[in-house]
C-alpha cells in the first residue's frame, strides 16, 4: 500500500508539472519589470510619427503615473503568486527526486551513519537537522551562483530567444536520454571521493560534506530533474534561488525526518526496478517537454519544421511508448524482469494511453483545449477537416494587410499586425483598438486564446466591436533597413518586428509582459486604465471590453 501511495505522489507530481509551467510561465508573462526599448508605433523618423508624438506627448505624461502606480501593484501581486508557483514546482521535483535509484538507496546508509555517530539522541537529532540545513545551503547556493552567472536580464530573454530555446531542447533531450539509460550524467569520480573522504571527519564539517557528497553522487539523477524545473518555467532573477530552496527543502525534510526516526525506514518499499520505472517515466516526460522549446523558437523565426501535426505525433508516440514500457512489453538496458505488472503501473499506463487518443483528433484539426498553451497552434497546421467552415480565414474584401502572410490571429479574427496600419483603420471605420501584446513563445498568450477568446460572446466583440492588433513582441523577421533604429530603452539596435513591437509596449505602456492587453481610442488614448494581462475568468474578460466600448461611445459623443 505504501508503494502505491508513493507512487501516485510521483504521477501527480508529472501531472502538475505542466501545469505549474503554464502557471508559472503566465505569471511571468504578465510581470516581466524589465522594460524594453522598440516601443514602436510608427515608422521612426517619419513625419507621421513626429506629429503622433507631437499630439499625445501631454496626455501620456499626465496619464502615466497613474497607470505606472496600478500596473506596479499589480505586477507585485502576480510576482508573489509566480514565486510561490516556482516554489511548489521545487518542492515537487524534490520529492520526485527523492524516489529516483540514485537517491533512495542512499536513505539507508545516511541514517546509519547518523546512528554510529551519535552519542545521544539529542546530539542525533541535532546533526540529522545541521544535515538536512547543510542540504538546503548547498543547492540554495547553487542556485545563486546561477543567477550570479546570467543575470537577472539574460535570465529574462529565456522564453524569447530562439537559439535559447534550441539549446534548452537540446539539453532536455540529453536529459531525457540519460534517464532513458543511455548513459549517465556524472562528475569527476576524483571530485566525489575528496568529498566522501572529508564526510568521514568529525564535527560539523563532517556532516556538510556528508550533505555535499549526497548531492554529488545523485548528480546524474537531480541534474537533468533540477535542469528540466529551472527550464518548464520562463526565468526571472530569483527563479533559480526558489527552485533550489523549494527542490532542498522537500529533499533535506524527507532525510532528516529518516535520520531522527528510522524506525520510519521499515515502511519505505525496498529498493528495485520501480526505481528505474520512475527514471524511465521521467525521461518521457523530458523527451516531450523538449518539444515546447523547439516549437517556440520555429514559430520565432518561421522555419516550419515543427508544425502542429508533427508535434502532436511525436507527442502521441511518446504517451503510447510510455504505457507499452509501463506493461512491461519495453525493456531498456538498466531495468529488471517484471514479473507482473502492479496497479499502480496499469493505471498510470492507461492514463498514458488516453493521453494519446485524446491527442489523435488534434490530427484533424481538434482545438485539444487542455494542451493548447503548449503546443503550436492550429495555423500552423497542414490539413483541417471541415477547414471551409471552420478554422479557415474570413472572406477578404480588402488589400493584403501588413504581415498577414506569416502572422496570424486565431479563431479566424480578421485584425492587423502593425499598429499603424490598424489606427488608421480603426479612424477609418470609428472603431476602438483592441491591442494584444503577445508571443510565439507565450505559453499564457495561447491559453488566454484557447479558453477566453473562443467564448461566443467574447469572439463577437472582438470580431464586431473592436479592431484587433496582434503584436508578436518575440518575432525574429528582420526589418528593412531603413526601419531599424537604436532603442535607448532595450539598449539595443531594433532590427526585427519582435523588438519594434517590444520597443513600443515598453515606451508607451512601460511593461513588456505577454499577454498584454490594451483598448485604445483613436486619439490613441487608452480607454481603461490599466489594462490587464492574464484573466481566465470570462465575465471579468467580458466587463473590461464593455468598459472599454462605453468609454469610446462616450468620447464619440463627445466629438
Same mark, same amino acid.
Given at each position: 500500500?505504501k508503494?502505491?501511495?508513493?507512487?501516485?505522489m510521483?504521477?501527480?507530481?508529472?501531472? =502538475?508539472?505542466?501545469?505549474?509551467?503554464?502557471?508559472?510561465?503566465?505569471?511571468?508573462?504578465?510581470v516581466?519589470?524589465?522594460?524594453p526599448?522598440?516601443?514602436?508605433?510608427?515608422?521612426?523618423g517619419?513625419?507621421?510619427?513626429?506629429?503622433?508624438n507631437?499630439?499625445?506627448?501631454?496626455s501620456?505624461?499626465?496619464?502615466?503615473?497613474?497607470a505606472?502606480?496600478?500596473?506596479?501593484?499589480?505586477?507585485?501581486?502576480?510576482?508573489?503568486?509566480? *514565486?510561490?508557483?516556482?516554489?511548489?514546482?521545487?518542492?515537487?521535483?524534490?520529492?520526485?527526486?527523492?524516489?529516483?535509484?540514485?537517491?533512495?538507496?542512499?536513505?539507508p546508509l545516511t541514517? #546509519?551513519?547518523?546512528?554510529?555517530r551519535?552519542?545521544?539522541?539529542?546530539?542525533?537529532?541535532?546533526?540529522?537537522?545541521i544535515?538536512g540545513?547543510?542540504?538546503?545551503v548547498?543547492?540554495?547556493?547553487?542556485?545563486v551562483?546561477?543567477?550570479?552567472?546570467?543575470g537577472?536580464?539574460?535570465?529574462?530573454?529565456?522564453?524569447?530567444?530562439g %537559439?535559447?530555446? @534550441?539549446? @534548452?531542447?537540446?539539453?532536455?533531450?540529453? %536529459?531525457?536520454?540519460?534517464?532513458?539509460?543511455?548513459?549517465?550524467?556524472?562528475?569527476?569520480?576524483?571530485?566525489?571521493?575528496?568529498l566522501?573522504?572529508?564526510?568521514?571527519?568529525?564535527g560539523?564539517?563532517?556532516?556538510? %560534506?556528508?550533505?555535499?557528497?549526497? =548531492?554529488? +553522487?545523485s548528480?546524474?539523477?537531480?541534474?537533468? &530533474?533540477i535542469g528540466?524545473?529551472?527550464?518548464?518555467?520562463?526565468?526571472?532573477?530569483?527563479?533559480?534561488?526558489?527552485?533550489?530552496?523549494?527542490?532542498?527543502?522537500?529533499?533535506?525534510?524527507?532525510?532528516?525526518?529518516?535520520?531522527?526516526?528510522?524506525?520510519?525506514?521499515?515502511?519505505?518499499?525496498k529498493?528495485?526496478?520501480?526505481?528505474?520505472?520512475?527514471?524511465?517515466?521521467?525521461?518521457?516526460?523530458?523527451?516531450?517537454?523538449?518539444?515546447?522549446? &523547439?516549437?517556440?523558437?520555429?514559430?520565432?523565426?518561421?522555419?516550419?519544421?515543427?508544425?502542429?501535426?508533427?508535434?502532436?505525433?511525436?507527442?502521441?508516440?511518446?504517451?503510447?511508448?510510455?504505457?507499452?514500457?509501463?506493461?512491461g512489453k519495453?525493456?531498456?538496458?538498466?531495468?529488471?524482469?517484471?514479473?507482473?505488472?502492479?496497479?499502480?503501473?496499469?493505471?498510470i499506463s492507461?492514463?498514458?494511453?488516453? %493521453?494519446?487518443?485524446?491527442?489523435?483528433?488534434?490530427?484533424?484539426?481538434?482545438?485539444?483545449?487542455?494542451?493548447?498553451?503548449l503546443?503550436?497552434?492550429?495555423?500552423?497546421?497542414d490539413?483541417v477537416?471541415?477547414?471551409?467552415?471552420?478554422?479557415?480565414?474570413?472572406?477578404?474584401t480588402?488589400?493584403?494587410?501588413?504581415?498577414?502572410?506569416?502572422?496570424?490571429?486565431?479563431?479566424?479574427i480578421?485584425?492587423?499586425f502593425?499598429?499603424?496600419e490598424?489606427? =488608421?483603420?480603426?479612424?477609418?471605420v470609428?472603431?476602438? &483598438?483592441?491591442?494584444?501584446?503577445?508571443?510565439?513563445?507565450?505559453v499564457?498568450?495561447?491559453?488566454?486564446?484557447?479558453r477566453?477568446?473562443?467564448?461566443?460572446? +467574447?469572439?463577437?466583440?472582438?470580431?464586431?466591436?473592436y479592431?484587433?492588433?496582434?503584436?508578436?513582441?518575440?518575432?525574429?523577421?528582420?526589418?528593412?533597413?531603413?526601419?531599424?533604429?537604436?532603442?535607448?530603452?532595450?539598449?539595443?539596435r531594433?532590427?526585427?518586428? #519582435?523588438?519594434? *513591437?517590444?520597443?513600443l509596449q515598453?515606451?508607451?505602456?512601460?511593461?513588456?509582459s505577454?499577454?498584454?492587453?490594451?483598448?485604445?481610442?483613436?486619439?490613441?488614448?487608452? &480607454?481603461?486604465?490599466?489594462p490587464?494581462?492574464?484573466?481566465f475568468?470570462?465575465?471579468?474578460?467580458?466587463?473590461?471590453?464593455?468598459?472599454?466600448?462605453?468609454?469610446?461611445?462616450?468620447?464619440?459623443?463627445?466629438?
Amino acid at each position: 500500500m505504501k508503494k502505491v501511495i508513493l507512487l501516485l505522489m510521483f504521477f501527480a507530481m508529472l501531472t =502538475a508539472l505542466p501545469i505549474a509551467k503554464s502557471n508559472a510561465q503566465s505569471q511571468q508573462d504578465t510581470v516581466s519589470a524589465t522594460v524594453p526599448d522598440d516601443l514602436q508605433f510608427t515608422e521612426v523618423g517619419s513625419e507621421k510619427d513626429k506629429a503622433a508624438n507631437s499630439q499625445i506627448k501631454d496626455s501620456v505624461s499626465k496619464d502615466t503615473v497613474t497607470a505606472v502606480k496600478n500596473a506596479t501593484s499589480v505586477k507585485s501581486v502576480e510576482a508573489k503568486q509566480s *514565486l510561490w508557483v516556482t516554489f511548489g514546482l521545487g518542492i515537487l521535483a524534490g520529492i520526485a527526486a527523492f524516489f529516483l535509484p540514485c537517491i533512495f538507496p542512499m536513505v539507508p546508509l545516511t541514517v #546509519g551513519f547518523f546512528t554510529k555517530r551519535a552519542e545521544s539522541r539529542a546530539k542525533g537529532i541535532r546533526s540529522a537537522i545541521i544535515y538536512g540545513l547543510s542540504i538546503i545551503v548547498i543547492y540554495v547556493g547553487l542556485g545563486v551562483i546561477i543567477t550570479l552567472i546570467w543575470g537577472a536580464s539574460a535570465l529574462n530573454e529565456i522564453s524569447t530567444d530562439g %537559439f535559447f530555446n @534550441i539549446f @534548452i531542447f537540446l539539453i532536455l533531450i540529453i %536529459f531525457g536520454i540519460s534517464f532513458l539509460g543511455a548513459f549517465e550524467i556524472t562528475l569527476p569520480s576524483s571530485f566525489v571521493n575528496k568529498l566522501d573522504a572529508k564526510s568521514d571527519s568529525k564535527g560539523l564539517s563532517g556532516i556538510f %560534506f556528508m550533505a555535499a557528497t549526497l =548531492a554529488v +553522487v545523485s548528480f546524474s539523477c537531480t541534474g537533468p &530533474l533540477i535542469g528540466t524545473s529551472l527550464v518548464a518555467i520562463n526565468t526571472d532573477l530569483l527563479t533559480p534561488v526558489v527552485v533550489m530552496f523549494g527542490f532542498s527543502l522537500s529533499l533535506a525534510t524527507i532525510f532528516t525526518i529518516f535520520a531522527i526516526f528510522p524506525s520510519l525506514m521499515t515502511g519505505l518499499p525496498k529498493s528495485g526496478g520501480w526505481l528505474n520505472s520512475i527514471k524511465v517515466f521521467l525521461g518521457f516526460l523530458e523527451l516531450g517537454l523538449s518539444l515546447k522549446f &523547439l516549437s517556440t523558437a520555429d514559430l520565432a523565426y518561421h522555419w516550419g519544421i515543427l508544425d502542429r501535426e508533427v508535434f502532436l505525433a511525436i507527442w502521441i508516440v511518446l504517451a503510447i511508448l510510455l504505457g507499452v514500457y509501463l506493461l512491461g512489453k519495453i525493456k531498456f538496458s538498466h531495468d529488471s524482469d517484471l514479473a507482473y505488472v502492479s496497479v499502480p503501473r496499469l493505471f498510470i499506463s492507461i492514463g498514458a494511453f488516453v %493521453f494519446a487518443i485524446y491527442l489523435i483528433p488534434g490530427l484533424f484539426g481538434a482545438p485539444l483545449k487542455a494542451v493548447s498553451a503548449l503546443v503550436p497552434p492550429l495555423s500552423t497546421q497542414d490539413f483541417v477537416i471541415g477547414q471551409e467552415s471552420a478554422t479557415s480565414a474570413p472572406a477578404i474584401t480588402h488589400s493584403k494587410r501588413k504581415y498577414s502572410d506569416f502572422l496570424h490571429i486565431p479563431h479566424n479574427i480578421d485584425g492587423f499586425f502593425d499598429y499603424e496600419e490598424a489606427l =488608421a483603420y480603426a479612424r477609418e471605420v470609428k472603431k476602438p &483598438l483592441f491591442l494584444d501584446f503577445t508571443g510565439h513563445g507565450c505559453v499564457n498568450c495561447r491559453e488566454m486564446e484557447a479558453r477566453v477568446w473562443s467564448d461566443p460572446r +467574447v469572439l463577437k466583440k472582438l470580431k464586431e466591436d473592436y479592431i484587433v492588433v496582434s503584436l508578436y513582441t518575440d518575432d525574429k523577421t528582420e526589418l528593412p533597413e531603413k526601419e531599424q533604429f537604436d532603442s535607448k530603452i532595450l539598449q539595443t539596435r531594433v532590427n526585427t518586428i #519582435g523588438k519594434k *513591437l517590444k520597443h513600443l509596449q515598453a515606451e508607451r505602456f512601460n511593461t513588456i509582459s505577454q499577454p498584454y492587453y490594451v483598448l485604445l481610442g483613436t486619439d490613441e488614448k487608452e &480607454l481603461v486604465s490599466p489594462p490587464i494581462g492574464v484573466e481566465f475568468d470570462i465575465e471579468k474578460y467580458l466587463q473590461y471590453l464593455d468598459k472599454g466600448l462605453s468609454e469610446f461611445a462616450k468620447k464619440q459623443k463627445n466629438e
